[in-house]
């Protein structure tokens, strides 16, 4: 007790006099107490800490501070600011996404062009939430010092704080007023006279102008009394007559102009529908918006697509399409290794790709398995494994048969018409699923790859491929590379519309040239011309006619890449005059020359009418081919593509049982020829294609 109570008097800083006092008054020892000597009562001066071991006249802090001071002197401020720079087009943009952040749901993700000619009352106040949030970031990354520094070299005035200064460089240097953004959504201003309005044109709203037919602004003069001239040059549309009938005729216009430009998408019509949330419809919207900047909306299980031009229209409705239809003539095949089947955990992992078919899946995942047993050889694969099949119905289950039996009973389904030719090939890469997200997660791992799948098939799967596989190890440890060569490739699908889009059609409308048309993947034309010195060979145009094609993915149950089968129909095509003058057509106008690098204005959906059909432009890639040779015999292409409409740059590899894949009724009939085929295809996915390959005679000894 005394001696906490001395502490405690040390602490709050009692005098000695009342220290000895106290200490008196508790003491039971009669004695006097003597206070201490004034030598005692002196303390020892405390040693000053030493932060972080650097005195402050340190050389090191020295050097530090006059790094910093150079720094400063060096930096260019009005180029740092001017990093932050950013205009109203700019923030109209992002008004859809803030939009729906604000409002949530599906139906809230409308285009920008919308947004402009209605609320805009509502749509003003977002615009000066996004202008704000730009301020504020400029706020937190310069200091007063540095704006006044910018704005001294604008020559304008520098006292106010930091949001005064900031609004005053978006305000007289960037032009990004308050006045300015109303302006971009004032209603059509009202002349002197009161005998018209006037309204002001955008480019977008120019061109949809264009696309009406011919006598619709007559058509609209006639039934309103009044008229209508519009003006390019100014971007003015002027209305006049009396104002009522003006106001009638302008509001007309703008729903039509609006209604041209958002259309109903019939998903039936393109193939069977997958049965999705609203949860998983909205993320998808989210994708569409984001990669071709169309807007997606649903309402009652009708879903409509809105964009500023007809090839944004396409582009989402295309995109709608490839996400949310079953595609046709496609299996899956899971390759369990035998003896891990129930021994492994297996799930599926986030998996990322610049390059996948169908390009929306929300969000990409893989197939994914542990075991603590050894990776399989390709013998003992091919030998030893339980095969998983999607069935028709969406479920999957095991098979009764191996891969090589079940892949050429698969495979002999394919017809051949006269003329033509089956075409047989393999891609490596990894096979993707998208899940619809409204069902519970699924669980982070399954003890059987058959309750990890069944888990899968009650989630309206998708399965997708990812081909970008690196090329680098099969160009530099390949034995022998036979060629390599550059070509243009396009693709065209066919389309389901009269020959020729001159004659009439009973509903025929400006509206059509944003309606996606049914088109098919098993009815394409492949064309390939060679680039020899930087220039495109026209003269050297081979065209293909696919009239069927069927695809089946193989996931492999193991650390390795998976595999995508294809076999085809075809037949070559005679490049008559006039298809030559439509293939260069299309090259040229895409910006095509051979380079790379060059800048290009690309154009989906051009079309191409020929002797068999019209077909619409799918794809356009230039492509340089390696041809490798392996051990086996089997034919090794090298793709490093640049997709010219998309703008990716990926590399494929594709092995094929035979020169260019042509495989003979022979071939498709012998199990001796799948089983080697699917021997080397195992060796591609398993090991590196450097080291020997195994002949089909160790297979027997396997079993």
């Excluded at 950013?86 to 109209?92: A, M, P, S, V």
């Excluded at 209603?187 to 619709?216: H, N, V």
């Excluded at 100014?234 to 041209?260: D, F």
């Amino acid at each position: 007790m005394l001696r906490a109570t001395v502490a405690y008097c040390r602490l709050v800083g009692v005098s000695t006099g009342t220290y000895a006092a106290g200490l008196a008054r508790y003491s039971s020892d009669t004695k006097p107490v003597v206070p201490p000597s004034e030598s005692a009562q002196t303390k020892k001066p405390r040693q000053r800490i030493k932060y972080m071991a650097i005195k402050p006249t340190s050389p090191a802090l020295t050097r530090m501070a006059a790094k910093i001071k150079e720094g400063e002197v060096a930096m260019d401020i009005v180029k740092e600011v001017d990093h932050f720079k950013f205009t109203t087009e700019d923030l109209i943009r992002a008004l859809p996404m803030h939009r729906a952040q604000l409002l949530g749901g599906v139906d809230m993700t409308i285009s920008s062009a919308d947004l402009m000619l209605s609320s805009k009352e509502d749509m003003v106040g977002m615009l000066y939430d996004l202008r704000t949030k730009r301020v504020e970031s400029i706020i937190s990354a310069f200091n007063g010092a540095q704006l006044k520094q910018y704005l001294q070299q604008h020559k304008l005035k520098e006292a106010g704080t930091k949001k005064e200064m900031v609004n005053r460089i978006l305000n007289d240097v960037w032009g990004i007023s308050l006045k300015a953004l109303e302006a971009r959504f004032a209603m059509p201003k009202e002349d002197a006279d009161q005998d018209g309005l006037t309204m002001p044109l955008s480019d977008d709203t120019i061109t949809l102008l264009r696309t009406l037919e011919d006598g619709y602004l007559r058509q609209l003069e006639e039934e309103f009394r009044v008229k209508i001239v519009v003006d390019s040059q100014k971007r003015e549309a002027r209305v006049t007559g009396v104002m009522h009938h003006v106001r009638g005729a302008l509001s007309t216009l703008r729903e039509r102009l609006t209604a041209n430009t958002t259309v109903q998408v019939e998903l039936a019509k393109y193939g069977v529908p997958r049965v999705l949330s609203e949860k998983h419809t909205g993320r998808i919207a989210g994708v569409i918006n984001r990669a071709t900047g169309g807007a997606l909306s649903s309402k009652n299980g009708e879903y409509f697509v809105r964009g500023d031009s007809p090839v944004a229209a396409l582009d989402a409705q295309r995109a709608l399409v490839s996400a949310m239809v079953e595609p046709k003539n496609q299996a899956l095949f899971v390759v369990v290794p035998e003896g891990i089947s129930d021994m492994a955990t297996c799930t599926v992992t986030p998996a990322s790709s610049p390059f996948s078919q169908p390009p929306t899946f929300v969000p990409d995942m893989a197939f994914h398995t542990s075991s603590d047993m050894d990776a399989p050889t390709p013998i003992s694969l091919l030998a030893r494994h339980v095969l998983l099949e999607r069935k028709d119905n969406g479920s999957i289950s095991r098979g009764s048969r191996g891969l090589v039996q079940t892949l050429q009973g698969w495979a002999a389904k394919q017809p051949c018409l006269a003329g033509q030719s089956a075409y047989l090939s393999a891609k490596l890469g990894t096979v993707m699923v998208d899940m619809d997200s409204s069902h519970k997660r699924l669980a982070t791992q399954f003890y059987s790859p058959d309750d990890l799948m069944a888990a899968i098939a009650q989630r309206a799967p998708l399965f997708g491929f990812s081909s970008n596989v690196s090329p680098l190890k099969w160009l530099r440890e390949s034995a022998a590379r036979e060629s390599t060569t550059k070509q243009v490739v396009l693709k065209f699908c066919r389309l389901d519309l009269p020959l020729s889009s001159k004659q009439p059609q009973a509903n025929s409308s400006a509206k059509s040239n944003y309606i996606l048309p049914a088109s098919s993947d098993d009815n394409t034309l492949v064309a390939r011309i060679d680039v020899k010195a930087g220039k495109v060979d026209f003269g050297s145009a081979q065209v293909d006619h696919i009239c069927d094609t069927r695809t089946a993915n193989v996931v492999i149950l193991q650390p390795a890449q998976d595999l995508q089968v294809c076999i085809s129909s075809r037949q070559s095509v005679n490049v008559t005059a006039d298809l030559s003058k439509a293939l260069e057509h299309v090259v040229r106008k895409l910006g095509i020359s051979g380079h790379t690098n060059q800048h290009a204005v690309p154009h989906r959906h051009e079309v191409v009418e020929t002797h068999l059909g019209r077909f619409g432009l799918e794809t356009a890639e230039v492509v340089d081919v390696s041809r490798v040779q392996s051990s086996t015999g089997t034919a090794v292409r090298v793709h490093q593509t640049w997709d010219v409409i998309d703008d990716l740059r990926f590399s494929q590899v594709e092995l094929m049982p035979a020169a260019e894949g042509r495989v003979s009724p022979a071939f498709m009939n012998s199990e001796e020829d799948w089983e080697r085929y699917l021997l080397s295809l195992f060796k591609a996915a398993l090991e590196k294609p450097s080291s020997g390959m195994p002949t089909t005679d160790s297979i027997s000894s396997a079993h």
